[in-house]
């Protein structure tokens, strides 16, 4: 008997929902949970530590683009997460990679097409859509605020999108049952990564990659 495997799927589409469910239940064995809503899906990681994989819509409700990922892989960075949005061009697919994305599926890709992402990436592979050259960035704020996220640590990108929330460092340190002390050192900490002075500075920093990427003139 093959592997069994955990899949969540992550989208406010119940067609879509029900697309991707079509697709993965070809793995034999597949758990299948869904949910409709950011929360949800936030939710679902925190409960469940056998996931095997986390498909992620970057428009549904709760979720503000890329930085949706970031918050999914600050709660777990044992979690693959593969991104699924009908915007594929190069530089949102290329942007979510580098934010730890482990492939990103189109939402005009096929069954069979979804079916071997999810293989590529279950074998430690990365799922890429079909003739895309990802190229390099062109705009420079957000290379640099790519690098500087890049640098956080899970817990640290956790912290950063609290903050993000509007929680105040005791309601994070009680989310994350540690001292408030330790949140102040991991706020710090993130200020001094991201190169700017104060906690609503580190938050625009972070919506201006959370935000749909421009398209090129």
């Given at each position: 008997?093959?592997?069994r495997?955990?899949?969540?799927?992550?989208?406010?589409?119940?067609?879509?929902?029900?697309?991707?469910?079509?697709?993965?239940?070809s793995?034999?064995?597949?758990?299948?949970?869904?949910?409709?809503?950011?929360?949800?899906?936030?939710?679902?990681?925190?409960?469940?530590?056998?996931?095997?994989l986390?498909?992620?819509?970057?428009?549904?409700?709760?979720?503000?683009?890329?930085?949706?990922?970031?918050?999914?892989?600050?709660?777990?960075?044992?979690?693959p997460v593969?991104v699924?949005?009908?915007?594929?061009?190069a530089?949102?697919?290329?942007?979510?990679l580098?934010?730890?994305?482990a492939?990103?599926i189109?939402?005009?890709?096929?069954?069979?097409?979804?079916?071997?992402?999810?293989?590529?990436?279950?074998?430690?592979g990365?799922?890429?859509?079909?003739?895309?050259?990802?190229?390099?960035?062109?705009d420079p704020?957000?290379?640099d605020?790519?690098?500087?996220?890049?640098s956080?640590?899970?817990?640290?990108?956790r912290?950063?999108?609290?903050?993000?929330?509007?929680?105040?460092?005791?309601q994070?340190a009680?989310e994350?049952?540690?001292?408030?002390?330790?949140?102040?050192?991991?706020?710090?900490?993130?200020?001094?990564?991201?190169?700017v002075?104060?906690?609503?500075q580190?938050?625009i920093?972070l919506?201006?990659?959370?935000s749909?990427?421009?398209?090129?003139?």
């Open positions: 008997m093959g592997q495997h955990r899949f969540v799927i992550a989208d406010d589409h119940p067609l879509f929902r029900g697309a991707l469910r079509q697709a993965l239940s793995f034999e064995g597949a758990t299948i949970d869904e949910v409709g809503d950011f929360e949800a899906a936030k939710a679902c990681v925190v409960a469940n530590d056998d996931i095997d986390l498909l992620l819509d970057l428009t549904m409700p709760g979720s503000s683009g890329l930085s949706g990922l970031i918050v999914l892989r600050g709660i777990s960075a044992n979690v593969v699924v949005s009908a915007r594929d061009d530089e949102t697919v290329r942007r979510a580098e934010l730890g994305a492939g990103f189109s939402k005009s890709a096929g069954m069979d097409q979804i079916r071997h992402a999810v293989t590529t990436v279950l074998e430690g990365v799922a890429l859509p079909d003739d895309i050259e990802l190229g390099e960035e062109r704020e957000v290379s605020l790519i690098h500087r996220l890049q956080l640590t899970p817990q640290q990108s912290v950063l999108t609290m903050l993000a929330e509007g929680l105040l460092n005791k994070i009680y994350l049952s540690v001292s408030e002390a330790t949140i102040k050192a991991h706020v710090s900490a993130i200020l001094q990564k991201l190169g002075d104060s906690r609503t580190a938050v920093r919506s201006r990659i959370g749909e990427p421009q398209p090129s003139a």
